[in-house]
């Protein structure tokens, strides 16, 4: 077996120029955890206790370089670049979903005697909001995966001319599986519907653009792959802002036109600044090399740790950072991963559960052997 530095000379891979370094806890863990929360880096902590340190000491005027427009319009700008979204299409908002709230509010889906076609391998809390919309009335149509990906047939049987809404996480937070995005968005246009994309598992690690891949609205929060900032965005297509998206929550910072019609308070202004670090640099390494830097680690912990007992539930193919396993002995492999100080995501019951693991731009090939060694 090739050791972990001559695979990745072998895959072509190199590791991403100073990023071990940028995220201390790296060093300190094996952390494999990216799915569920980016460490933050140095430079987006340096501003943020920068600002901190002005907010506790003052003067009043030390507070203006942080809480000012062009921050946050640089920060929308940036955003938007990673999307291919124009500035006028993002709207700041305080989390994933909320946004998607937003969308299922302001589209009038219940009083039009609409319906909602989403899957399973949405987020578990968005599926929450599903079902109580149900409760409450809507017509919500929730795809059961086959083998842990989504069958277009399936979709094709569950849209109809009352579909409104198609809804799904573009890369799943189950498995990682990535959504044909534009397919779905084909299917959704013919029928008159329009596409939400959740994207907080798929944004900074993946490439997402938005024209391309025809999707209508999108949101994320900015912990996961954008680096932190406990920030979020919301994307409306322009010609679907005020028409076909109604705005239905106002506040101070709610305007007239742009996709900033859908904000209501003062943003996070901590959050802003850490995003201001953490988009500048994400676009300095650019999000094809993130992507690309993830797939040698995930394709050998795909290869290694079946023959260790772990069959994947990832589909073969999956182009994302993040790769789920199921688990025999939930106790045992926790046991092994605490004393090997590897951080994953595991979770289920005595008789069998689950592990999520994901790589970001601070991890190596040295980390999936410390995995590996713990577990194979
Ligand atoms: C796919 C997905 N959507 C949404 C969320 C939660 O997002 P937020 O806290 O921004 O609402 C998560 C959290 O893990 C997630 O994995």
Request: proline content about 3%.
């Amino acid at each position: 077996m090739l050791s972990g530095a001559a695979l990745m000379e072998a895959s072509g891979a190199t590791e991403l120029e100073g990023a071990r370094a940028e995220f201390p806890w790296a060093s300190r863990e094996t952390y494999l955890n990216t799915a569920t929360e980016h460490p933050l880096g140095a430079r987006t902590t340096r501003a943020m206790e920068e600002y901190l340190h002005a907010l506790t000491h003052g003067p009043d005027s030390a507070r203006e370089k942080f809480e000012n427009g062009r921050l946050m319009v640089e920060v929308k700008g940036m955003f938007a670049r990673l999307v291919n979204a124009q500035p006028s299409e993002i709207g700041f908002t305080p989390s994933t979903q909320t946004g998607e709230n937003l969308v299922l509010e302001g589209l009038d889906i219940q009083a039009s005697g609409g319906n909602v076609v989403t899957n399973d391998l949405h987020y578990g809390g968005s599926l929450v909001n599903y079902r109580n919309r149900r409760k409450s009335g809507m017509d919500v149509r929730i795809i059961k995966h086959r083998d842990y990906q989504m069958d277009m047939r399936d979709l094709e049987r569950s849209v109809d001319r009352k579909t409104k809404l198609i809804a799904i996480a573009l890369v799943s937070n189950v498995n990682g599986y990535v959504h044909d995005v534009k397919a779905i968005s084909d299917l959704a246009h013919a029928h008159g519907a329009y596409l939400y994309c959740d994207v907080i598992q798929a944004a900074g690690a993946v490439p997402i653009d938005v024209k391309a891949m025809g999707i209508d609205f999108l949101a994320c929060s900015a912990y996961k792959w954008l680096m932190g900032g406990r920030f979020g965005y919301l994307y409306v297509r322009e010609d679907l802002q005020g028409t076909a998206l109604k705005a239905k929550l106002f506040g101070g910072r709610s305007t007239e036109t742009g996709a900033s019609r859908y904000e209501i308070s003062t943003v996070s202004h901590v959050g802003c600044v850490c995003q201001h670090q953490a988009l500048r640099y994400i676009h300095s390494l650019g999000v094809e090399r993130i992507w690309a830097h993830a797939r040698p680690l995930v394709a050998r912990l795909r290869n290694e740790l079946p023959a260790a007992g772990y069959p994947t539930i990832t589909p073969a193919g999956t182009e994302s950072p993040i790769i789920s396993f199921d688990v025999k002995d939930v106790a045992a492999t926790r046991a092994r991963l605490k004393k090997a100080n590897v951080v994953t995501t595991l979770g289920g019951s005595p008789e069998g559960g689950r592990m999520r693991v994901s790589v970001s731009v601070f991890n190596n090939q040295s980390d999936v052997d410390r995995l590996l060694g713990a577990l194979a």
